[in-house]
């Protein structure tokens, strides 16, 4: 992960648990994250997230609570929690899972390799890249 520090930066001093807080659904009784918070935090229309969800569009605002798509934000927050915990960074983590390339998966960026249901290998990744930072 790359650890240049990014200009505007609206998580800035954001720790991943004021972060993961700011996601649940104010509208719900239920203990869920909100699939449009999700999407504003990185910057994703609902419509891209509903086909990295692999739901339909409709289905993210009439049926948010639905396990299809908790199912999803659950993974996407694993690795970007598994990625904060490297970097010391919600916003450089978040950056990092939209848009880099990892050599490893065919170039193929963490948000593509959650979308295709391989967030194990990914969290397997990240913690070698931990292990190797450590030893």
């Given at each position: 992960?790359?650890?240049?520090?990014v200009?505007?930066?609206?998580?800035?001093?954001?720790?991943?648990?004021?972060?993961?807080?700011s996601?649940?659904?104010?509208d719900?009784?239920?203990?869920?994250?909100?699939?449009?918070?999700?999407?504003?935090a990185?910057?994703?229309?609902?419509?891209?997230?509903?086909q990295?969800?692999?739901?339909?569009?409709?289905?993210l605002s009439?049926q948010p609570?639905?396990?299809s798509v908790q199912?999803?934000?659950r993974?996407?927050?694993?690795?970007?929690?598994?990625?904060t915990d490297?970097?010391?960074?919600?916003?450089?983590?978040?950056?990092?899972?939209?848009?880099?390339?990892?050599p490893?998966?065919?170039?193929k960026?963490?948000?593509?390799?959650?979308s295709?249901?391989?967030?194990?290998?990914?969290?397997?990744?990240i913690?070698?890249?931990e292990?190797?930072?450590?030893?």
């Amino acid at each position: 992960m790359n650890t240049e520090s990014v200009t505007a930066r609206p998580n800035a001093g954001l720790g991943f648990d004021q972060f993961m807080a700011s996601l649940r659904d104010p509208d719900s009784l239920a203990p869920i994250v909100s699939a449009r918070r999700f999407g504003e935090a990185l910057h994703i229309d609902l419509q891209t997230l509903a086909q990295q969800a692999h739901v339909h569009r409709n289905t993210l605002s009439r049926q948010p609570a639905s396990e299809s798509v908790q199912r999803f934000l659950r993974e996407a927050l694993r690795v970007i929690r598994a990625a904060t915990d490297i970097s010391g960074d919600v916003n450089q983590a978040l950056f990092w899972y939209r848009n880099e390339p990892l050599p490893v998966f065919d170039y193929k960026t963490a948000e593509q390799l959650v979308s295709d249901g391989r967030t194990d290998d990914l969290l397997r990744y990240i913690s070698s890249l931990e292990a190797g930072a450590a030893g």
